[in-house]
């Protein structure tokens, strides 16, 4: 089984395939993004349902939190009402577990989470966990004995699953990390007076090695020089390479886009639509609202057999794999309603429901199945990790953010140099900022309705837009204070 990820850093996406079939792509949110961490100030309080709104900045969404959320800040267990917790323009630092949709803000919590590679560091939760995906008894409880010994006073620790067989320097070192990141935001919070901004874990690279690598991983590709850099520092920083690995990282050198080389393209196009077609007949109709998502199953012409029963079983069972696959691609979440195609048969829906459990388990999100109600319909829930597909893209063409579908339709006919990043919006990377040194950025000028003119004269009377073209050592060099000052 070849498994491997694909990180395009220009496009903002990295997809994980599988016998070259992308099974999750993965992107930032620049504005909203899970774990992201902000100094609030309580809007509005709202006694009827338990919950208010927090103000979380300058043109941003005020985000719902809900009294269950709140633990860390209530001083009695007995209170139960969120006025005794929260007052109006109360300073608050909480966190984002929820990315916000299309007509809601994000959902916060007051239970902060600091996320390493090996370890999760609670501030205000006083406990250690282990992950319950590490089995051996022995590697337990040499977990739990490390975590006892590393655990501060007042704070808590949660052992990830990808610690297990670490080795103890690893360990500590990711400790070390999380535990300077909390001070430094502490130290933030203090110096704020008004509702800002405190973390944010922008660097997509890091996330794909800290969240989603995994030893089955065969190939690392990426599409520049200097990120193939910062995948090996991040693989060494973790130990997650050794010498008897067999993991491979690949530079992407061709001309064109490798989001098209590997038909990631093509998976985002097919993964927005609403109908999907089955292999072997039959095809699913996929509508995503904002309460739940529907699927519709239907036979078309699949019809291989001579037997009804037995056709209409093949036909939901694989319906069941394809909608499996594609929960876990479109990263559909929340409450999920299958209409599959009548049967009559206790048995069969029994042997159904036996092959949609088989084939959900695979699913990191755990998906879990409630029930085969007398309508015919499965009703599961999927486990929220960030925005779906959906929502990623509808958000972000309303909001003209850099992972819109209109930047990913462009893709196909774009092409780069794997040494360099463009950037569309120079004057907002660069704002406010004077160089010691000189730095030529060279720029080149396209047009941008290239592809609609039908005459020279008319072509020429076009107005030429200007793309700057920037060197990622040039973007890197500027965190040396020694090339830059702020006015």
């Known amino acids: 089984m070849i498994k491997k990820i694909v990180i395009s850093r220009f496009n903002n996406i990295a997809a994980i395939l599988q016998n070259s079939k992308t099974q999750e792509i993965i992107t930032i949110n620049y504005d909203y993004q899970i774990n992201d961490i902000y100094l609030g100030s309580v809007h509005k309080i709202f006694t ?15 985000g719902f939190i809900h009294i269950n ?12 009402q969120i006025a005794d917790v929260l007052s109006v323009h109360q300073l608050v630092l909480v966190q984002i577990i929820k990315e916000p949709t ?54 808590g620790l949660l052992i990830r699953s990808s610690a297990s067989g670490v080795d103890e320097e690893a360990l500590l070192e990711d400790f070390r990390f999380l535990k300077k990141q909390w001070y430094f935001i502490q130290k933030l919070a203090i110096f704020r007076t008004f509702p800002c901004l405190l973390y944010k874990d922008e660097d997509l690279i890091k996330k794909i090695i800290r969240d989603f690598y995994q030893d089955s991983i065969n190939t690392i590709v990426v599409d520049s020089e200097e990120d193939l850099k910062q995948v090996r520092y991040y693989l060494n920083k973790w130990r997650c390479m050794s010498y008897i690995s067999n993991m491979k990282l690949q530079l992407f050198s061709d001309a064109y886009s490798v989001l098209e080389k590997f038909n990631i393209y093509r998976s985002i196009q097919n993964a927005l639509k ?25 036979s078309g012409s699949f019809n291989r057999t001579d037997n009804s029963k037995e056709a209409v079983l093949r036909t939901n069972c694989y319906a069941a794999t394809e909608i499996a696959y594609q929960l876990k691609v479109r990263n559909v979440n929340g409450v999920i309603i299958i209409d599959f195609i009548d049967m009559d048969s206790h048995r069969d829906q029994l042997q159904l429901l036996e092959h949609f459990n088989r084939v959900l388990s695979f699913d990191n999100a755990k998906p ?105 050592v040039i973007y890197s060099n500027i965190i040396d204070s020694s090339y830059w000052l702020n006015d």
């Open 48 to 62: 009827s349902i338990n919950a208010g709104f927090i103000n979380l900045g300058h043109n941003r969404k005020s």
């Open 69 to 80: 959320d709140l633990k860390p800040l209530k001083k009695s267990h007995n209170l139960s």
């Open 102 to 155: 299309l007509n809601k803000g994000p959902r916060l919590t007051t239970n902060i989470n600091l996320f390493g590679r090996y370890i999760i560091l609670m501030p205000f939760c006083n406990t250690i966990n282990v992950s319950r995906k590490i089995y051996d008894q022995n590697e337990r409880s040499y977990l739990q004995a490390l975590a006892v010994l590393l655990k501060p006073a007042t704070m």
């Open 274 to 298: 609403s109908k999907v077609n089955l292999s072997l007949g039959g095809y699913l109709f996929i509508e995503t609202y904002e309460a739940l998502t529907v699927i519709d199953v239907n």
């Open 368 to 472: 879990q199945i409630i029930q085969f109600s007398k309508l015919g319909l499965v009703e599961l829930t999927r486990r929220r990790r960030g925005q779906s597909l959906f929502e990623l893209f509808n958000y972000a063409n309303n909001n003209h953010s850099s992972v819109s579908m209109n930047n990913i339709l462009s893709i196909k006919n774009s092409s780069m140099k794997n040494n360099s990043l463009i950037y569309k919006s120079i004057n907002a990377l660069f704002f406010n900022t004077v160089f010691f040194n000189s730095l030529s950025v060279p720029k080149i000028g396209i047009n941008p309705f290239y592809n609609r003119v039908k005459s020279r004269d008319q072509f020429a009377s076009l107005p030429i837009v200007y793309i700057y073209r920037v060197p990622l």
